[in-house]
C-alpha cells in the first residue's frame, strides 16, 4: 500500500533547512528508502516564500495571493511516497525519517487508489 510522508520542520535554520538535522541525515535517510525498494517519490520543497495560495470563490472568481501562511509555526519542507505492505511498516519509516526529530513531525497519509 502506498503512503505519503508529509515531513513538517517545526524550525527552520538560516538557509531555510530543518534546524534539528544535517544534510548528511537526509542522505542517509533518503539511501535507506532507496535501498529498502520502498521508494515511490519524493521530493524536497524550495522555501516557504516562494508560495503562491490560489482560491476560488463561489462565484468562480480567482484570488491569488503569496502563502500559505496559515497561523503554525511548521513548515511543509517535503514528503516521500513509500510502498509498504501495513500503516505499521510506514510508521516505523517516518520515525526513522530526520525531519522527526525535535520540534518536526511526520504526517502519515494512505494514498487513495480509486
Known amino acids: 500500500m502506498k503512503y505519503m510522508l508529509l515531513i513538517n520542520a517545526g524550525s527552520v535554520d538560516v538557509s531555510g533547512g ?4 544535517t544534510v548528511e541525515d ?3 535517510y533518503d539511501k535507506a528508502v532507496k535501498d529498502a525498494g520502498i521508494f515511490v517519490s519524493g521530493e524536497s520543497l524550495a522555501d ?5 495560495a490560489v482560491r476560488v470563490a463561489a462565484d468562480g472568481t480567482r ?3 503569496d502563502g500559505p ?3 503554525t509555526r511548521e513548515v511543509l519542507g517535503g514528503f516521500y511516497v513509500i510502498d509498504v505492505p501495513d500503516l505499521d511498516v510506514a510508521l516505523d519509516w517516518a520515525a526513522r525519517c530526520p ?7 511526520v ?3 494512505p494514498i487513495a487508489e480509486f
Open 48 to 52: 516557504l516564500v516562494t508560495a503562491t
Open 99 to 105: 525531519g522527526a526529530l525535535g520540534s518536526g513531525s
Open 63 to 65: 484570488v491569488v495571493t
Open 107 to 109: 504526517v502519515v497519509r
Open 26 to 28: 537526509w542522505v542517509v
Open 18 to 21: 530543518a534546524a534539528e538535522c
Open 69 to 71: 501562511f496559515a497561523e
